[in-house]
């Protein structure tokens, strides 16, 4: 056969106007143009804990595959992470694959001019003569310079996807299982791989960054905004919409960006803007059929879609092959939902653009919907799509037949806007559906409206209906607080013969919480067991999702973090494994306590991401979750120093709970607690306290809301960090005593440590260091435990100095080092010295490594020989006792050098 590279492929129609003997070496030269990396983008955004990411997976017989949609900004940031870093130019060979490469000659022309070791001024007599391509890149592979560890060089190939051709994917496949010790493979697509990863993965040399890593955080999207809201062409309240739909997909947040800064006139939504319209058409429906663009559209009328309630929908004109299976694999942002690999839900940005214009016989597809998810006893998502049908009829039927299911499945949203469309007098006259409402307006935290509803049925004309009335007048009675009352109520409810196996179930998670609020651990933990059983006997995955949300929550006003997070983590794991529905309402419920773990131990940018979606799910839902996620969204602001927009999401929760007709009593004293909170952040006690006595009615009847059961402890803590802030020390101490002293066997584990913290500020103000150091060092301990890190940051405007004085003092700890890093205390701990310095001339020549000059480029710059150069990087890697490049400017950054 003839040699590879020869110049003469298949498909170079341009090779007859190339003649002598020079064609080889003419093509070879073209070819070393494509080997190279792309050029940087323009103001882009530094993301050090991505190239960190990067950095830790990139290592010499490995293999990395970036994988991710169109416009994820895969390449660039790559390229970055290696410019950041100081990666030596001479090490990285970048190709950047087209359709050409599908032929294998091609393809194996551009390996052999990448994979040319250094030395080599020609391709070896042997090589060239390799009897297939196979045998050619094994030879390339086979270099000693690719097999020492000390090569250090990297091989990126770009736009996997593009190679369908069996023999180039065979090519890809052997580099991938011959990588050699010296050489890191990155493959980069946005497509899954064409061959199979997990003999790789099971010898531990095979890595994989997804969306997921490339998508901008909400921090960083506010950061990447920072321009635009300092000139007030956006607000924070934008950026943060901005960030919810389009969950940080960067090439959309970039185009908008420039559209901001070239367009004077007013700004459009991101979906209507010119740039971003052509992006979303060009990178999604250009490449497909219209079959596939008409499934594609009918995809997004689902919030979420699986393959076989795409076929119950799909008509002639669908390409009924292009599944959302299936299109998920051609690099659409069409994501599985995690763990639940039947169900696919679309970038929020996308899936809103691909419904406009509407599509003909949407409403008869929502009817077939509704009677698709009915037909499965999926009630929430049944009455949904009958709504959005527009039929009334089947609407009331599935709110009469499943009732209970829809109580569990808590879509009050969809439940509301149905009564405003009922027939006058319908609820008057139907006992059933005024229980139905009674509970959706309970559950909305409409408790006033839910008590008029029943007000009536206690006459005694429905004596069947008298053990479900009492759960929910229980369960109204939990949510405003009144915990004893609410278990009076409950326990009578469970000595009615005809309650129901979901109205024991629901009153026995009233009972729970109740008992939890009271500090009764134990009888709060039997409660739940007999639900959690309840549960399981009817086969109810929602009620058992909710069982679980109640045990956990159980465990988190103990302190048992880590076993709270093992509990949720495992319930959604549970939920997500019943693959053939998609998610309830339960499932937010489990994820926001999650990020309620997350943040009490610091772990913020876990807890951002996830409460993203759960704010969103439940604004969707209008389940009253959306509460507890806004307040969590304020309390890592506050934690971040970032005031300002604490204060805007608490006045965006009062005005969402004032719009669904909260009752004040479900949410004024949590929003009111928050501005303490952060009133005393900004050093404005006396504000502070005209807040709090505001409280003092909710205060006076010890209110303690379903939530938030910690409320009334924490508004003593407010109370006593007031007294402190106007240098009362005498009444701070007398409020923290009393804290301590109030069933001090059950104080919440939460409220414990706060208290502790506070007494050691009021003892170092009223009895010296030696006192409150030993409180404080107690405190630390009890916290290590499970790494409640949460008390700290909220109080650090009372501890700092504190913490500044004991801090040598304080035990040597991993939790310790945590709290010092919170406090900037971290600096005060020696760095352990370079055994020998590193000199000026040696700083100078590793500041222009760590700007990813070339040991030449160093030389030219300073003037020096390469050889003095090379001396230089070797004294500085032996001194940091490093071995390559990367690692000194990692290690010289950690020592302050850089």
């Known amino acids: ?49 991505l190239t960190e990411k990067f950095t830790s997976v990139i290592r010499p017989g490995q293999v990395l595959f970036v994988e991710a949609p169109s416009g994820s900004g895969k390449s660039h940031a790559l390229s970055a992470a290696f410019r950041e870093t100081g990666r030596n130019q001479d090490t990285l060979r970048w190709l950047s694959l087209t359709g050409q490469e599908n032929d294998a000659g091609r393809l194996m022309a551009l390996l052999d001019v990448a994979l040319t070791a250094p030395r080599a001024t020609s391709t070896p007599s042997g090589q060239q003569k390799a009897a297939s391509y196979g045998d050619a890149l094994a030879l390339l592979l086979s270099d000693p310079h ?13 736009n996997v996807g593009t190679i369908a051709n069996p023999a180039a994917i065979a090519l890809l496949q052997q580099l991938a299982t011959n990588t050699p010790d010296g050489l890191a493979l990155v493959l980069v697509s946005r497509k899954p791989l064409p061959f199979e990863t997990h003999t790789y993965e099971l010898e531990g040399r095979f890595n994989r960054i997804g969306t997921e890593s490339l998508e901008l955080t909400r921090s960083e999207t506010f950061e990447f905004f920072q321009t635009a809201v300092s000139r007030n062409q956006l607000t924070t309240v934008a950026v943060e919409h901005l960030y919810s739909l389009t969950e940080g997909w960067i090439t959309p947040l970039g185009l908008y960006q420039r559209e901001l800064e070239s367009s004077s006139e007013a700004r459009l939504p991101i979906q209507e803007t010119f740039s971003v319209e052509r992006f979303l058409r060009d990178a999604v429906l250009v490449h497909l059929t219209p079959g596939q663009q008409r499934s594609l559209r009918i995809m997004a009328e689902m919030e979420i879609v699986s393959d076989e309630l795409f076929l119950a929908l799909a008509d002639a004109g669908c390409d009924h092959a292009f599944r959302p299976s299936a299109a ?14 039947r169900w696919f839900r679309l970038n929020p940005l996308l899936h809103d653009w691909l419904q406009t214009p509407a599509l003909d016989g949407s409403r008869e597809r929502a009817l077939r919907a509704s009677r698709w998810f009915s037909e499965r006893n999926q009630f929430p998502e049944a009455l949904r799509y009958a709504l ?104 009578r409810a469970l000595q009615a013969e005809e309650l129901s196996t979901q109205g024991q179930l629901v009153t026995q998670l009233v009972r729970s919480s109740a008992l939890c609020a009271a500090g009764d651990f134990g009888q709060a933990r039997e409660a739940n067991r007999i639900a959690a059983k309840l549960a399981r006997e009817a086969g109810d995955a929602g009620s058992e999702i909710l069982a679980v949300y109640a045990h956990a929550r159980i465990e988190l006003g103990k302190g048992s973090l880590k076993h709270a997070e093992q509990l949720l983590r495992t319930g959604l794991d549970t939920a997500m494994n019943e693959s053939s529905r998609p998610a309830r309402v339960g499932e937010t419920r489990l994820q926001l306590n999650l990020v309620m773990v997350l943040w009490h131990q610091g772990r913020e940018a876990e807890a ?42 608490i006045g965006r929760a009062e005005r969402t709970m004032q719009s669904w007709q909260v009752d004040q009593s479900v949410y004024v004293p949590v929003l009111e607690a928050l501005k303490i909170s ?60 009393a804290i301590r002293n109030n069933n001090s066997e059950t104080l919440p584990f939460g409220l414990d440590i706060h208290s502790r913290l506070l007494e050691s500020v009021v003892s170092w103000r009223q009895k010296g260091p030696a006192v409150a150091q030993k409180i404080l060092a107690a405190a630390i301990n009890l916290a290590g435990e499970e790494h409640y890190i949460s008390p700290f940051a909220e109080l650090r405007g009372e501890l700092q100095e504190l913490l500044e004085k004991t801090w040598p003092q304080l035990p040597d700890t991993p939790f310790t080092e945590s709290v010092g890093r919170l406090y900037g205390l971290s600096d005060m701990k020696e760095q352990a010295p370079l055994a020998e310095p590193i000199s000026d001339r040696e700083q100078g020549v590793l500041e222009l490594i760590a700007q990813g000059l070339s040991n030449q480029d160093i030389a030219d710059r300073l003037h020096i020989s390469l050889h003095t150069v090379k001396t230089h990087a070797r004294r500085i890697n032996a001194k940091l006792e490093v071995k390559s490049r990367t690692q000194a400017i990692v290690r010289a950054r950690e020592l302050g050098l850089l």
């Open 146 to 158: 690719w097999n020492t560890r000390e090569t250090d060089s990297v091989l990126v190939i770009d």
């Open 388 to 491: 959005l049908s527009g039929d009334l009829d089947e609407s009331v039927r599935i709110a009469s037949e499943g009732s209970e299911a829809l109580l569990i499945g808590q879509d009050t949203a969809s439940l509301l806007r149905l009564r405003r469309s009922l027939p006058a007098g319908l609820l008057e006259r139907s006992a059933r559906l005024k229980i139905v409402y009674g509970w959706v307006h309970a559950i909305g935290g409409q408790f006033r409206q839910a008590r008029v509803l029943i007000s009536d049925l206690d006459e005694g004309n429905h004596p069947e209906l008298l053990g479900r009335i009492d759960a929910l007048r229980a369960f109204i009675l939990r949510g405003e607080g009144s915990v004893d009352d609410a278990l009076t109520v409950a326990d």
């Open 328 to 341: 998920a694999e051609t690099g659409i942002p069409l994501r599985p939902l995690p763990g639940r690999g």
């Open 1 to 49: 056969m003839k040699p590879f590279d020869d110049g003469c492929a298949a498909n170079d129609e341009f090779q007859s106007a190339l003649g002598g003997a020079h064609r080889g070496e003419l093509i070879r030269d073209l070819l070393r143009q494509r080997v190279r990396m792309p050029e940087p983008v323009p103001n882009y955004l530094k993301r050090t804990a």
């Open 608 to 649: 951002d991401r996830l409460l993203v979606t759960c704010i969103r799910h439940a604004e969707q839902t209008r389940d009253l979750g959306l509460l507890l996620a806004m307040a969590l969204r304020v309390l890592i602001c506050r934690t971040q120093n970032r005031m300002d927009d604490a204060f805007a999401w």
């Open 678 to 737: 952060g009133w005393l952040a900004l050093g404005q006690a006396d504000t502070a306290a005209q807040a709090m006595e505001r409280l003092n009615p909710w205060r006076e009847v010890n209110c303690v809301p379903e939530m938030f059961p910690m409320m009334p402890g924490m508004l003593n803590c407010l109370q006593a960090r007031i007294e402190l802030a106007r240098g009362d020390d005498v009444k701070a101490a007398e409020t923290v005593k």
